[in-house]
């Protein structure tokens, strides 16, 4: 059974960090382009991250650059999401989805939704 699980969500302090993982069964994630969306309380879902199929590069939003980092672990097959120095403004559910695109900075770059395997969130809250 092909399956996305995020985990590592939590409340944290503004200014805090966190280190989501994405762990795949079923197929081999690093086959694939990876992403890391989110989508806060009455907005609609955005890209965050994404780390292409051979690893060649990765993309981040502007409002998280220099402050998460995506990478992967093909021998655990997940990838991950540290997020560092965290803001009010990060609070959303984060997914991860895999998908076999080869131009996966175009999810963030022009606001594509990719059709792939996705998982079904993890809750992200920055509060004091």
């Known amino acids: 059974q092909v399956q996305l699980v995020e985990s590592g969500g939590g409340l944290v302090q503004p200014g805090g960090s966190l280190r989501l993982s994405c762990a795949a069964s079923g197929f081999t994630l690093d086959d694939y382009a990876i992403g890391w969306f989110r989508q806060a309380p009455g907005k609609e879902r955005e890209g965050v991250s994404c780390?292409?199929?051979?690893?060649?590069?990765?993309y981040y939003a502007d409002s998280v650059k220099g402050r998460f980092t995506i990478s992967r672990d093909n021998a655990k097959n997940t990838v991950y999401l540290q997020m560092n120095g965290l803001k009010p403004e990060d609070t959303a559910v984060y997914y991860c989805?895999?998908?076999?695109?080869?131009?996966?900075?175009?999810?963030?770059?022009?606001?594509?939704?990719?059709?792939?395997?996705w998982g079904h969130g993890t809750q992200v809250t920055v509060s004091s």
């Open positions: 989805v895999a998908d076999l695109a080869s131009r996966p900075d175009l999810w963030i770059v022009a606001g594509i939704t990719p059709g792939g395997y």
């Open positions: 780390i292409s199929s051979s690893d060649a590069y990765t």
